[in-house]
């Protein structure tokens, strides 16, 4: 089978490999659609944890398709289904589950290999983390169920609630989901920043109450005006770097929440001051990934158009075709996901 095999920065290459044999309780999948991420992007740019993903391997971890094969011991799926899962499977045991914390689960399984014609799951997240997609779905949306169930966590951690005032830095497609979400949390504004125009016009398409491009207008300023000079209630980070993160906290007012949600380099550190957090009652946190809970209510969502994702993806494009389509996500001002169709 053809297979986009990660080797390392900016080393991705289109190959042949062999068709992944299914044990006990395993499933193999015919990919249908695989969505590009900006986390892909960052990985091939930049590289990534080794204790999630081990080089060379298959890229990729936003997909649905028809099940292939079904192993031994199994009565669900069956042959010709049409399915998706989760990248990750909780143990449900280890210290962090018996918390309820599966997002930090100790003994986390990780799957790659979306971009690829099959893809081989394993058999515990064939049990706690896949899920039958109805048939009115289209399986570029169903894929979109991955980043979607990482920001429903989010949201729900930072406790997006009616009437909020919530800023977003960054219109990419995590941004732009937090857009979509935050509104239906029943947030009265919403607004989105960024450096590039065409995506805050999707913001605004999307629903955005406010677009403030960064390189133009100063968005402390600028949200303190919208804001009758206090600031958002909840300030979500949105791409991951220190300036923006350090940023986020001149945005939010006195008893606020900021969300550092976009991941930033390995390593990373950031100055905050101890004033906005003390006598401001600031309350800052991260959220990293998310729950097989989370997952299921990503695709309940997006099947009921509750949360439209459809508009997200920009462009259909072929496995071979793949390098090309990370040239175009980090280069092009009007792309945000690339379908890609082995």
Not at 219 to 239: C, M, P, R, S
């Amino acid at each position: 089978m053809k297979a986009a095999m990660l080797y390392g920065v900016k080393d991705l290459r289109v190959e042949d490999v062999e068709v992944p044999r299914v044990e006990t309780g395993e499933v193999l999948v015919k990919v249908k659609a695989a969505t590009t991420c900006g986390t892909d992007l960052k990985i091939l740019q930049r590289g990534y944890v080794e204790k999630v993903i081990k080089l060379p391997t298959i890229f990729g971890h936003e997909w649905a398709g028809d099940v292939a094969e079904v192993g031994e011991g199994l009565d669900w799926p069956k042959e010709g289904m049409r399915v998706r899962a989760g990248n990750s499977a909780p143990c449900l045991h280890c210290a962090m589950c018996q918390k309820g914390k599966y997002n930090l689960c100790e003994n986390m399984i990780w799957l790659w290999g979306a971009y690829a014609e099959y893809i081989k799951v394993p058999a515990r997240m064939v049990l706690v983390n896949m899920q039958e997609i109805p048939q009115h779905v289209s399986y570029e949306a169903a894929a979109i169920a991955e980043p979607l169930a990482c920001v429903l966590h989010g949201v729900e951690e930072a406790g997006v609630k009616l009437g909020d005032t919530v800023a977003i830095i960054g219109a990419g497609p995590i941004g732009l989901l937090h857009l979509l979400t935050a509104k239906k949390m029943g947030a009265e504004k919403v607004m989105v920043i960024d450096l590039v125009d065409e995506r805050l016009e999707c913001a605004s398409r999307l629903g955005a109450d406010e677009t403030i491009n960064a390189g133009k207008l100063d968005v402390v300023d600028t949200i303190h005006q919208l804001t009758g000079g206090y600031g958002a209630d909840v300030v979500i980070e949105a791409i991951g770097l220190p300036a923006t993160w350090e940023q986020a906290f001149r945005l939010v007012r006195k008893g606020g929440k900021v969300l550092e949600f976009g991941g930033c380099p390995p390593g990373t550190e950031i100055k905050v001051n101890a004033e906005v957090l003390h006598y401001g009652e600031v309350t800052v946190m991260g959220t990293f990934h998310t729950t097989p809970l989370h997952f299921r209510k990503a695709l309940s969502l997006i099947s009921s158009r509750t949360i439209d994702v459809r508009s997200l993806v920009t462009r259909k494009m072929k496995l071979e075709e793949i390098n090309k389509a990370f040239e175009l996500l980090s280069t092009s001002k009007g792309e945000i996901k690339i379908a890609i169709n082995p």
